[in-house]
């Protein structure tokens, strides 16, 4: 239990772990491990795959640009969030970040960037953005990584959709209209928040004539799209998500 307490840092690997297994480390954990954070071995260090939750892991080889952990005993169960997928439309770099790492922190299982008519940013590094994904699981205590897709177009994640999964469509042009959830069902569900210019008439229409779409308001006030995210995130874990 002192040694738990004494673990300062939760890393995410990807590797399985269990009992016994040893963890080797890439580069980038290594030089975080110990020329940042100055662990050496012995320490305890908290890791979690995505899979089989946390576990209290030793440092028992210490390097530069390497290194190897040891899992020791398992520390909490995997936390799965609810079937939930957030679709955004990217925004201004930094808060395009805050998204995916608000959304790690909320509970989306998915992130799904979405090229609407009106969505000023054309490409995203998916990449860096799973990154945020991770690092905010590891800050905030999940057990769970939320995959970040590649960009698509609306229309295509449309075209696509999976039979059975419900929309939580963020429409801007019910502010202040107290348009909630209702007696929306449970099951799995996906929300959708638009760009700074909001969703053209074509986009609009059709998200409306869709009949696993709810459109909803968001309050008496029109936010920002980083700020809907979150928003959004906390009406529908309230709602229908795990926070009851």
Sequence with gaps: MNDLRSARIRLYVEQP?????????????????????RL?????????????GEWLADVVEAKKRAGVLVCRENTRPLQLPPDLWLCFAPIKKT?????VEKAAELGAARICPVQTEFTNSERIRRDRLQAHAVEAA????????????????????????????HLMFCDEA??????????????????????????SET????LRALPFAHPVSLGPRVLR??????AALTVWQQALGDWG
């Excluded at 269990?18 to 963890?23: A, D, K, S």
């Excluded at 808060?95 to 998204?99: K, S």
């Excluded at 799209?225 to 979150?230: G, H, L, P, S, Y």
């Design 17 to 37: 772990l269990g009992e016994g297994q040893t963890v080797p480390l890439t580069g980038d954990q290594a030089h975080y491990l110990f020329a940042v954070m």
């Design 40 to 52: 050496v071995p012995g320490d305890p260090v908290l890791v979690f795959d995505g899979k089989s």
């Design 174 to 199: 019910l502010v202040g209209a107290g348009q909630a959830l209702g007696e929306a069902p449970k099951g799995p569900w996906a929300i959708l928040i638009g760009p700074e210019g909001g969703f």
């Design 203 to 206: 986009e609009r229409a059709r």
């Design 225 to 230: 799209a980083d700020t809907a995210a979150v």
């Design 95 to 99: 808060r395009t970040d805050f998204i």
């Design 138 to 165: 590891e800050q905030c205590g999940g057990t769970y990584v939320p995959e970040v897709a590649d960009l698509q177009k609306l229309s295509d994640l449309l075209d696509a959709w999976p039979e059975g999964r």
